[in-house]
């Protein structure tokens, strides 16, 4: 699977080259088979495991990325907009 290193980086900032990143996740099993790039992005090419369906987006490698330098990880931006005359809390309740 291809993963853009900028995207990633929106969660766990990369501080090293795309280079020392494929060697990190390559150890910590997340095997990078080639290091792309057009000039503009850099882009990972990775063998995620098929037991790893956690790890099969960006967020997950992010996350492998953060745990394997012991660096921070972004908290994943969830959210539901409302719409409609009434916010959801007043056509629900929990009893």
């Not at 792309?36 to 992010?62: H, K, Q």
Request: proline share 7%; aromatic share 6%; net charge negative.
């Amino acid at each position: 699977m291809k993963f853009p290193l900028g995207w990633i980086a929106e969660f766990a900032p990369a501080v090293a080259s795309a280079e020392e990143i494929a060697f990190r996740l390559t150890r910590a099993g997340m095997v990078v088979d080639a290091v792309e790039g057009d000039g503009e992005e850099t882009v990972l090419d990775i063998d995620v495991p098929t037991n790893r369906p956690d790890a099969m987006n960006v967020y997950g490698i992010a996350r492998e990325l953060a745990a394997a330098r012991a660096a921070r990880l972004a908290p994943y931006p969830a959210g539901v907009a409302e719409r409609g005359d009434a916010p959801a809390a007043s056509m629900a309740s929990v009893s």
